[in-house]
Every structure is written in C-alpha cells, then in structure tokens.
Antibody, heavy 119, light 111 residues
C-alpha cells in the first residue's frame, strides 16, 4: 500500500527557513515523479514543485529561487527546503506522487503539514 | 497562480445531476494535455477522482464521470448524494510553467 507522511511544518518568522520531509512507503520515490502542492487557508490548491525520476526539478514562479525540492534514495524520502519564507507561503503543504506513467494525475497524497509564516 | 477556471459553486438536490466546467488556455488544456479531477472532503487531502479526462481509478463510484469535448473538460456527478459535498479541482500540465496547474476549485453543495 502506498503511503506518504509529511513532517517538518510549524511556525516560522518571515525570512526564516524550514525543511519539509515526506516519508514514502509502498513504492520507490526515486523511480517516480513527485511533487509538492500547497493550500493556503480557505484557498485552492497550488502546485509548488516537481522532481522527475531522472532528477530534473521545476518550480512555480512564486517559489523559484527560494524553495528546493530533493530526495534521498536510501531513506525513500522527498524533501522541500524553504528559504526566505514570506507570509504568503502560509499553507498546508502536501506531497503527492504522480502516476507511474507520468501523465495520469497525482494518484497518492500525504495528509499535509501546516506551515505558518508570521512574526 | 491558478490558471484553470472553474465555477465557484454548484448545487443540487439529492439524486440530481450536476456538472463542473474547467477552462484553460493554449498552454495547457488547449495544447492537448489531459485533465484530471480531484475531490477534497473537508479537512482531508485531495483524492484522484478522474484521470486522463474520463477514467475512474479503482473504487471511485460510476456516478462520477469526466469528459473533454474539444478543449472544454467537465466533471459530472449523477445521482447526487450527501457524501458528495466537497470541493472539486481540475488539473492539467502547462508548457509555459513546465509544471502543473490546478483549477480554482468548485464547492458542491447538496441541498
């Protein structure tokens, strides 16, 4: 059974940093496309970042240059390093697995971890 | 930065049929990329409901269906049930972003 468990969220001051983790089981992170998606309080879903199985990474314009997606093969874990955080980054952050063919949607999601950026 | 547009809300009585539209642009839906739909119940993570325009993952009731007529995808719920009250999002790939885009979301209310 595929399972994704996020951790690392919390309260951080503007300009601060956090690293989110997404521990995976039931599949191999490095063999799949993985993404981070966020949802601000009371708002819709926003795609944040993508890492392909080959290692290429992509980011939404709103986080480019501040966030870094990565993975650790031996730990089967996905990460999101978030630097220079802004109040508008406040959201629940979900990690999501893309279907194995790479084109059939986000077929598994974690429960999310809340990041609050406030002084 | 939602670039797919959905109606903010739709409603219907139990047993009725409702549809949700999803409008994009030439860099996503108009470019021929598939559309996927997600259901998000209150306080939970999204769940894949329809993939590749009109396919249901295992376990999704057949009262949910997707279509993509030309460049106008839509989600239909027939035989609306109280448990279908949720937010629904469409999603596709966007070449200008080299990433994914979500719709603005539609809240379905069962009257």
């Amino acid at each position: 059974e595929v399972q994704l468990v996020e951790s690392g969220g919390g309260l951080v001051q503007p300009g601060g940093s956090l690293r989110l983790s997404c521990a995976a089981s039931g599949f191999t992170v490095s063999n799949n496309y993985m993404s981070w998606v966020r949802q601000a309080p009371g708002k819709g879903l926003e795609w944040v970042s993508l890492i392909y199985s080959g290692g290429s990474t992509y980011y939404a314009d709103s986080v480019k240059g501040r966030f870094t997606i990565s993975r650790h093969s031996s730990e089967n874990t996905l990460y999101l390093q978030m630097n220079n955080l802004r109040p508008e980054d406040t959201a629940v952050y979900f990690c999501a697995k893309i279907a194995e063919d790479g084109w059939s949607g986000f077929d598994s999601w974690g429960q999310g971890t809340l990041v609050t950026v406030s002084s | 930065q939602s670039v797919l547009t959905q109606p903010p809300s739709v409603s219907g009585a139990p047993g009725q049929r409702v549809t949700i539209s999803c409008s994009g642009s030439s860099s996503n839906i108009g470019a021929g990329y598939d559309v996927h739909w997600y259901q998000q119940l209150p306080g939970t993570a999204p769940k894949l409901l329809i993939y590749n325009n009109n396919n249901r993952p295992s376990g999704v009731p057949d009262r949910f269906s997707g279509s993509k007529s030309g460049t106008s995808p839509s989600l239909a719920i027939t035989g609306l049930q109280a448990e279908d009250e949720a937010d629904y999002y469409c999603q596709s790939y966007d070449t200008s972003l080299s990433g994914y885009v979500f719709g603005t979301g539609t809240k379905v209310t069962v009257l």
